[in-house]
């Protein structure tokens, strides 16, 4: 999609009650001048990487003419035009999903998939946070599409919040790129979190709910499991991971000593009969060891990951860090999609562990060795652990992921990588749970085009593509190619290679132009990152000369 359109759509604010698609006769007392489109529909369809369904609302005999005065009705000036304009090139790629019976062959699509033998109709559930804290938030969003939620923490503790509790770092659009709470848990008693998932359930009989719990000892812990069993709860979360608690001894301090861990999940496995999830920290270096001791003490599964440690910024001016609450600050977790990439890291490393999924990686130089180097140490060292038995018995439990999932295709790396389920907050936090119909179609759109008809022909697809280091080849090479009629002359690429890269490009200043120099160049691929146009692609892989 052309760089331009890009532009504007990221410039769109995604308004509640849109103008624009007032301005386009949505409505019993729309103006007439135009086609019935709802324009904001299909922007937000763009925004969260779902084009296909964006085009597939544009009407045929849409033209130009149609939304010539939609610019003026935009409170933020957004050439819709032009985006429209670009969105019928998109309408091409439906051809593919005609000839497999178009939008209709989503039908074909079962997006359902279960956690511990928990049915779910889609992957998507809401993660403990505040966009699961009362009836009606969790009411509105199942009512939407969500397949359940992870209610708010329960406990049993006197929470005291500050205020304010949030900060972020932004985009040059103003939107999130990694948002920090100082946030902790539900400020609700047992009680009424209890009537809670009672009232949601009789009216939700086939949603989930995922019983966040955090207990102070064992007694609390096997306390809380056996209050949300009986409440009706379908899923167990144990909280060993949210890193701003007041009370010490709770949270992410938790997650960080395997030996509590297994005690403390013992201690739930005794309150109920119910699939337990052991929630993990990230502010650990390896997150497989307090996950097996976890699988250890009776969970069915792990979910991850929870919010980093973090400090999003100082104020220059009052010399406090944010969010400042009353002359000082903490550290706080990060989430929002900047931390996507250390999740799928994560996820990755227990997908592949044999003590978690059952899987069985064998030591290329140990025969029958499938202990993980990284928790057992190197190659060499292989062969003292190979008489060790796994705890798991090939049995393959539950990963349910999160951490920066925006998008469907955010989704989708998570569940190729080995989630079976998916949960979200931060993009609910700024857009609203009406994310959760591009998360839908999106995913299935994708199966529907590649022949796909079930999710779990997708858990773990990808695992196989993380290799140790010593394992990548690197005997080959990929060269940029650059296409002179999309480059637009503006030497980014150049400055990137000159001054952090190899000197590989050359920059014509008479006509605004780059070439290669093929014999500096490395294939590190920088250029095309750094260009701002999509201008560099890749040439095919050749045998490295030396």
């Not at 999609?1 to 890009?6: A, L, Q, T, V």
């Not at 993660?127 to 397949?147: H, T």
């Not at 069993?229 to 899923?235: E, I, L, Q, R």
């Amino acid at each position: 999609m052309d760089y331009r359109i890009k532009s504007e759509i990221a410039k769109c604010s995604l308004c509640h009650d849109a103008p624009c698609s007032k301005s386009c006769g949505i409505g019993e007392n729309s103006r007439d001048y135009t086609k019935k489109i709802d324009i904001a529909r299909i922007i937000r369809a763009m925004y969260f990487d779902n084009a296909i369904l964006a085009a597939s609302l544009l009407p045929d005999d849409y033209t130009e003419r149609d939304s010539r005065e939609l610019i003026y009705s935009c409170p933020r000036k957004v050439d819709i035009p032009l985006i429209l304009k670009g969105l019928q090139d998109e309408k091409k790629k439906l051809e593919n999903l005609s000839e497999i019976g178009g939008l209709k062959a989503l039908d074909n699509v079962d997006i359902s998939t279960d956690i511990c033998g928990v049915k779910l109709e889609n992957p998507f559930l809401l993660s403990s946070s505040v966009v699961a804290s009362n009836y009606e938030m969790c009411e509105r969003a199942f009512e939407m599409g969500w397949a359940g939620a992870a209610f708010k923490t329960i406990c049993m503790m006197d929470i005291h919040e500050a205020s304010p509790r949030f900060s972020a770092v932004k985009t040059a659009t103003g939107k999130f790129y990694g948002f920090k709470n100082i946030e902790q848990l539900s400020d609700h008693s047992v009680e009424e979190n209890m009537e809670v998932f009672k009232k949601l359930k009789e009216k939700f009989p086939n949603k989930v709910i995922i019983a966040s719990i955090m207990g102070r000892d064992e007694q609390e812990w096997e306390y809380l499991a056996k209050r949300c069993t009986d409440a009706g709860a379908d899923v167990i979360e144990c909280n060993f991971s949210c890193p701003n608690m007041e009370a010490k001894g709770t949270g992410s301090d938790v997650g960080q000593d395997p030996d509590t861990v297994e005690r403390y999940t013992r201690a739930t496995r005794r309150g109920t009969h119910l699939p337990i999830l052991a929630k993990m920290t990230p502010n650990i270096t390896d997150m497989r060891v307090p996950a097996i001791a976890a699988i250890r003490g009776g969970a069915n599964g792990i979910a991850a990951i929870n919010t980093i440690k973090s400090i999003t910024g100082v104020n220059i001016d009052t010399l406090v860090a944010l969010p400042a609450v009353h002359g000082s600050s903490m550290l706080g977790g990060y989430s929002g999609v900047a931390v996507k990439p250390i999740a799928l890291r994560f996820i990755s490393e227990m997908a592949t562990c044999p003590d978690i999924t059952g899987r069985k990686r064998e030591c290329p130089e140990v025969q029958g060795c499938t202990s993980i180097p990284d928790i057992t140490g190197c190659r060499r060292e292989w062969s003292q652990v190979q008489e060790s038995t796994s705890i798991n018995d090939g049995i393959r439990h539950h990963i349910s992921g999160m951490g920066g999932i925006e998008t469907w295709r955010d989704g989708l790396e998570f569940i190729l990588l080995g989630a079976g389920s998916l949960q979200v907050t931060t993009a609910v936090m700024e857009y609203g749970y009406r994310i959760i119909d591009d998360l839908i179609s999106g995913l299935k759109i994708y199966m529907a085009q590649r022949g796909y008809t079930s999710v779990s022909q997708l858990i773990g697809a990808a695992t196989d593509s993380i290799k140790e280091n010593d394992e990548v080849e690197r005997d080959t090479i990929v060269f940029p190619i650059i296409d002179q009629d999309k480059c637009i002359g503006c030497g980014r690429c150049y400055i990137s290679c000159r001054d952090g890269g190899h000197q590989a490009l050359v920059y014509s200043e008479e006509n605004r132009s780059v070439r290669l120099n093929g014999g500096k160049c490395v294939g590190c691929q920088l250029c095309s990152l750094v260009c701002p146009v999509g201008a560099i692609s890749q040439s095919k892989r050749v045998v490295r000369t030396k």
